[in-house]
């Protein structure tokens, strides 16, 4: 992974099934509103999140794996698809796919993401991930973040 003054300050994870929005249609799309989230404890997540983080596309249900990286391009606004409360969503765009997927079975079996919010907190879909957490998942990806003009 490459480091520098460019790179997101926090990281996250988002999960979604990916019979629903899979990470190709991110891919193909460029960019989405991330909606639907209602939860509290995921909606403050969306709204703590700020543009350029880093974000790991988990596949939930069928896959069970970590299979790209997004990122933040717009931070937290009023999820237009909520019809009552006060719901947040955040814009993402696809940055990079991982060289290879983690699974969750990989996550779970090593000492250093055993303790992740994804596997302690199963049903929540978006969690912070520290930093190191992150570094993690990208070399059990074996993925080197690229970096260049049009990434941060």
């Known amino acids: 992974m490459i480091l520098g003054p460019e790179m997101a300050k926090n990281y996250w994870l988002v999960k979604q099934e990916p019979e629903a929005y899979p ?3 991110l891919v193909a799309d460029g960019r989405t509103a991330w909606v639907g989230v209602r939860n509290f404890q995921a ?3 969306l709204r703590a999140m700020q543009t350029g983080d880093l974000v790991a596309y988990y596949h939930s249900v069928s896959d069970k794996q970590i299979v790209g990286i997004a990122r933040v391009a717009r931070t937290a606004y009023a999820d237009p698809t ?3 409360g006060d719901w947040s969503c955040v814009d993402m765009e696809p940055f990079q796919a991982l060289e290879s997927p983690v699974s969750l079975a990989t996550l779970k079996a ?3 993401t055993a303790d992740l919010p994804l596997i302690r907190q199963s049903r929540l879909s978006v969690m ?3 930093s190191d957490h ?3 998942i990208l070399s059990l990806g074996r993925t080197r973040l690229k970096v260049d003009g049009l990434r941060a």
Do not use: E, I, V, Y
């Open 82 to 84: 909520a019809t009552d």
């Open 23 to 25: 990470w190709s249609q």
């Open 134 to 136: 992150f570094a993690h």
């Open 43 to 45: 909606r403050n997540h």
């Open 128 to 130: 912070p991930l520290t």
């Open 110 to 112: 090593d000492p250093k």
